[in-house]
């Protein structure tokens, strides 16, 4: 095995990955709770708010000297909080591990939950909440999440609503806080100059006495039906996703379903980039993506356009649904989009950060640890068959639209069949 894991008494996991040819340490410290466990009652953007908090501070910590005390070792740190996990990461010089641990873990265990920082904080939100809804492609992304996944736990927006964050109080975070945070809920991943024992001892010293038992989730299936969810205005440029369901997560196909992906939508010399922006310059910006959780899935094509070419543009792009649902994808495509995400894997080696993400991210959801080698094997088993296969599942299934632009919901339905 390539990392090697190890679980506290408490039940917190510690896995790492040694590179001894670097000098730095990536750390992430992944809470098993994100946005889709979230009470919609009263909880609504809790998971991304209590991210913001952690960096306040604890009662012995305040927010000016956690970010005074990474500064000072030159430490790059963050948070980043998903529908599924929460992370608090750090990456920092192999001599300052012990400098990172002692302030990740203090501000997990004992956060403070000021009542002035928690106010201030709760404006940053709401206007981290206002850019977004500023930006029309994060809106027509928002709407695509919410047709794809309707009436699911996935469907709430990972930042709240404005609404939802006013009225959050103190107890309403702190009450998340302790449901979903505790000791068996967590997993610490790092890579780096380090040795696995010897990080083991210092997150045991440091986070040995906090308890917890391990969290469960709402899992279920989604089979979305056709809808088009549109925000009207009136904007130069059109913001339209056209998707449907995708997999889960740890679907075996999903090999198959990166590499019809990046045919299909990822880089300038795939299907939709070239058709559309290439040789016809219907827009500046188009591309496939896919998005897979742990009970389900959901595949989109983005492009934004002129709206008076919006009906050309989605009209070229089933087209090439069509197309590659018939005659499958060539052999050229096929070996370039291998070839592709191999140098992508490649280059993704060469980073601390991505390897602790991939490392934390993977343990936290339960997916087997993959060597680099057995991801190439698996790459290299797809077939022109197989992703052909896929695409006829995904691409024939209920199609569904999120989208920004001047038109009425009417005017989208169409594209829907």
């Known amino acids: 095995m390539y990392y090697d894991l190890t679980t506290l008494p408490n039940g917190l996991r510690v896995i790492t990955e040694t590179m001894p040819s670097v000098r730095s340490v990536s750390i992430g410290c992944w809470a098993d709770t994100g946005t889709r466990d979230e009470d919609i009652s009263h909880e609504h953007g809790a998971s991304h708010f209590l991210e913001h908090l952690l960096f306040k501070g604890s009662e012995t910590m305040s927010a000016r000297e956690v970010s005074e005390t990474f500064d000072a070792i030159g430490a790059e740190s963050n948070a980043f909080t998903s529908k599924e996990a929460t992370c608090y990461w750090t990456r920092l010089l192999d001599q300052d591990v012990a400098t990172g641990l002692d302030v990740l873990s203090e501000i997990i265990q004992r956060p403070a939950f000021r009542a002035n920082e928690i106010d201030s904080e709760r404006l940053v939100v709401i206007e981290e909440i206002n850019m977004n809804d500023d930006d029309p492609n994060d809106v027509a992304f928002e709407n695509f999440t919410t047709a794809a996944f309707s009436g699911h736990p996935l469907e709430a927006p990972v930042l709240g609503t404005r609404d939802s964050i006013r009225a959050m109080t103190r107890d309403d975070i702190k009450g998340y806080w302790e449901r979903r945070y505790g000791a068996g809920s967590m997993v610490v991943a790092a890579v780096g100059n380090l040795a696995h024992e010897q990080f083991v001892d210092m997150v045991a010293e440091r986070f040995s006495e906090w308890d917890g038992p391990s969290v469960d989730h709402r899992l279920a299936d989604v089979t979305p039906q056709p ?191």
Do not use: C
């Open 227 to 417: 809808r088009v969810e549109l925000t009207r205005r009136d904007t130069e440029q059109a913001h339209i996703i056209l998707g449907g369901k995708g997999l889960r997560r740890d679907d075996e196909r999903r090999w198959e379903y990166q590499v019809l992906n990046h045919i299909m939508g990822s880089g300038m010399s795939s299907r939709l980039f070239r058709e559309v922006r290439e040789e016809r310059g219907l827009a500046y910006s188009v591309y496939a993506f896919r998005l897979a959780y742990s009970d389900a899935g959901a595949w989109g094509v983005y492009v934004g356009t002129t709206p008076s070419q919006t009906d050309t543009a989605i009209k070229v792009i089933r087209d090439e649904l069509e197309k590659v649902m018939e005659e499958g994808v060539t052999e050229s495509e096929l070996e370039r989009a291998k070839g592709s995400m191999r140098g992508g894997l490649a280059l993704a080696l060469e980073d601390t950060t991505s390897r602790m993400v991939r490392l934390g991210r993977d343990e936290i959801a339960g997916l087997p640890h993959l060597s680099t080698d057995e991801r190439l094997k698996r790459l290299d088993a797809v077939t022109r068959e197989s992703v052909k296969k896929i695409a006829q599942e995904l691409y024939s299934a209920e199609r569904l639209i999120g989208a920004v632009g001047p038109f009425e919901t009417a005017d989208l339905e169409p594209y829907l069949t």
